[in-house]
């Protein structure tokens, strides 16, 4: 059996602190970010391995929370591209459903009409608006994550607000 030195302790420590306290707010994140709960927790296991690998690589100077958010964003981006890259093609021609059945998506989009308009929104305005409506960051904090001053972060959550109410009434 190996013996941890001080260390070791200290980060493994380090890091089951930061995973309890931030699993579930990333979590929640993520699945904002993905609209599936099922690949959102893949995703969040990932970037915490990620940030166990590169944690001696951070700047100690700049905040935990905004590096964890922001590799659970690029590890996101980077799922959803993959995703988009990837289409599937009907192994079977199955006739649609008759006119008056429904399908489970058609049901899940009639009862997600704020989920849906999110979608609708770039990248750029979701996820500040994301990060500040439903998780309660600053907008300092939420420009740290995403690599930008706070004026611009300020400015894409007022043209987000304005988008999002636009597609929202569309609907």
């Known amino acids: 059996m190996a013996v941890l030195n001080d260390a070791q302790i200290s980060y493994t420590l380090c890091i089951e602190l930061l995973y309890e306290e931030y699993q579930h707010p990333l979590l929640a994140y ?10 959102a927790e893949d995703l969040c296991q990932e970037t915490f391995i990620k940030a166990l690998r590169c944690w001696h690589q951070r700047d100690t100077s700049a905040s935990v929370a905004a590096w964890l958010y922001r590799i659970a964003t690029n590890t996101a981006y980077d799922f959803l591209r993959r995703r988009r890259r990837i289409r599937f093609t009907p192994l079977l021609d199955i006739e649609p459903p008759p006119h008056g059945g429904h399908t489970m998506e058609s049901r899940l989009d009639e009862g997600e009409p704020v989920q849906r308009a999110l979608s609708q929104l770039p990248d ?42 636009e597609v929202y009434q569309s609907n």
């Open 30 to 39: 993520i699945t904002r970010l993905v609209s599936d709960r099922e690949a």
């Open 124 to 165: 750029i305005y979701r996820l500040p608006l994301v990060l500040h409506s439903c998780e309660g960051h600053s907008t300092q904090e939420i420009a740290d994550a995403l690599g930008c001053s706070n004026s611009a972060i300020k400015t894409r959550l007022f043209r987000a607000r304005e988008r999002f109410r």
